[in-house]
């Protein structure tokens, strides 16, 4: 190899790595950290490392304590359903509507960190299975252990965590998190039951990586449901009297209507 090919392939193999430390900062420095606290640059090394709890879809918000070193992650799946399965038809209006009482089954996590590693002890750290329904122009998730000693909710304003627990002290605590999903401020609460010296509060800010599930859109028509929906409309607009029979008919196609109709008439003699 000669010395003008060796110097351009280290050029090429500079220009490279320098393109991709570019990339890897640009995509560190996406990240903005809500509130003065050490634990951001953990979380950026986690980020920068490509960590599988930080790269997933379903990592919805890193939140950061004021001070120290500490933050966890909340993680709540998508609902594992189809958009069918969040409406029903309306025969009457011949639309779909939302269905309030429908469910879809669904994972909630939280994971905490101190000074970039995992402190599966920490609060919060939980994993629950839940579920997924809808509410009046939100979703709403809810969860809970087979002893309803930890239960997570969330709704259009807030996502809230309550735990009871023992300590390795052996004391019982009633643990609360609270993220209020406009100003993405938290604030938690350790309770020690029969002992309020011994309690206190932390609050800190989150960041939304993703965004909750929000309600889909109803399924697309049938050409079946659009000639009912077509009827529906036509029957409600109509002023004619000649159509009231047709409109009151469960015939969809005036055509069909009138084929039937002149079939029922009696013949003339």
């Known amino acids: 190899m000669t010395?003008?090919?060796?110097?351009?392939?280290?050029?090429?193999l500079l220009t490279v790595c320098a393109a991709w430390g570019q990339v890897n900062s640009s995509r560190v420095q996406e990240f903005v950290c809500p509130t003065a606290s050490g634990g951001c640059n953990f979380y950026r090394e986690l980020v920068e490392a490509k960590d599988e709890d930080i790269t997933q879809d379903?990592?919805?918000y890193v939140?950061?304590?004021e001070y120290g070193d500490d933050f966890f992650l909340i993680t709540i799946s998508q609902p594992y359903a189809s958009?069918?399965?969040w409406y029903q038809w309306d025969v009457a209006t011949k639309l779909?509507?939302?269905?309030?009482?429908a469910k879809a089954r669904a994972t909630f996590s939280a994971r905490s960190y101190h000074a970039g590693v995992e402190a599966s002890t920490s609060q919060p750290g939980m994993f629950l299975i839940g579920s997924w329904q809808p509410g009046l122009n939100?979703?709403?998730?809810?969860?809970?252990?087979?002893h309803e000693t930890t239960t997570a909710y969330a709704d259009k304003s807030q996502l809230t965590i309550v735990r009871k627990y023992e300590s390795v002290s052996d004391k019982k605590i009633e643990y609360s998190l609270t993220?209020?999903?406009?100003?993405?401020?938290?604030?938690?609460?350790?309770?020690v039951v029969g002992n309020a010296k011994d309690s206190f509060t932390q609050r800190g800010r989150c960041s939304e990586v993703n965004p909750l599930p929000q309600i889909p859109k109803p399924p697309p028509l049938t050409q079946e449901q659009k000639d009912e929906r077509d009827k529906f409309e036509y029957c409600e607009n109509s002023p004619e009297a000649s159509d009231k029979e047709y409109c009151a008919s469960s015939i969809t196609y005036r055509d069909d209507y009138e084929v039937w109709r002149s079939k029922k008439q009696p013949a003339k003699k």
């Open 3 to 12: 010395k003008a090919r060796s110097a351009m392939l280290v050029a090429s």
């Open 58 to 60: 379903d990592l919805r």
């Open 63 to 65: 939140c950061f304590r």
């Open 83 to 85: 958009p069918k399965t």
């Open 96 to 101: 779909y509507e939302l269905n309030y009482s």
């Open 138 to 146: 939100t979703m709403l998730f809810n969860a809970a252990d087979s």
């Open 179 to 191: 993220i209020q999903r406009s100003t993405l401020r938290f604030a938690e609460e350790f309770n």
